[in-house]
């Protein structure tokens, strides 16, 4: 995944000089945070799927979890990643983020219409159209 990094600066050096101490600042990164471009994406499609449900079961497709998983999708994900996720796993909201996110880096990170209608298989602009309610826009 391609990542981006934000820094805090901050440091002071010191410098003693005649018994007198002098602070200088000097920049120094003391902490970062990456930046998920697919963060917006990944948020509409969770309320779209289950409302923010990590729980949710859907028992007529057996989808789990926030972005309601199907079997199928999981074992394309399982077979093209070589893991061994289960459906119980995807009750766990970073499991399920994780393969959410691999498909769409298929993807421009400003195509979320293609990103919506490939992760819910959809032929239509229903599902899309459900989605981009919940995009933040800025």
């Known amino acids: 995944m391609k990542k981006l990094l934000i820094a805090t600066v901050i440091l002071l050096s010191y410098q003693l ?22 963060i917006d994406i990944w948020k509409a499609v969770c309320m779209v799927e289950s409302t923010n449900n990590a729980k949710a079961y859907n028992r007529r497709e057996k989808a789990t979890g926030i972005a309601q998983i199907r079997p199928i999708k999981l074992k394309d994900y ?9 459906l119980v796993d995807c ?3 970073e499991v399920s983020k994780k393969i959410f996110m691999y498909y769409a880096q298929k993807f421009n990170p400003n195509e979320y219409n293609k990103i919506a ?3 819910n298989k959809c032929r239509n602009n229903t599902y899309w159209l459900k989605v981009k309610k919940y995009i933040k826009t800025t």
């Not at 399982?78 to 289960?86: A, D, F």
């Open 78 to 86: 399982n077979q093209r990643t070589h893991s061994h996720y289960t």
């Open 91 to 93: 009750y766990k909201v």
């Open 17 to 38: 000089n005649c018994n007198t101490m002098v602070i200088n600042s000097l920049p120094l990164i003391v902490n970062s945070e990456s930046i998920n471009p697919y």
């Open 117 to 119: 209608t490939d992760w």
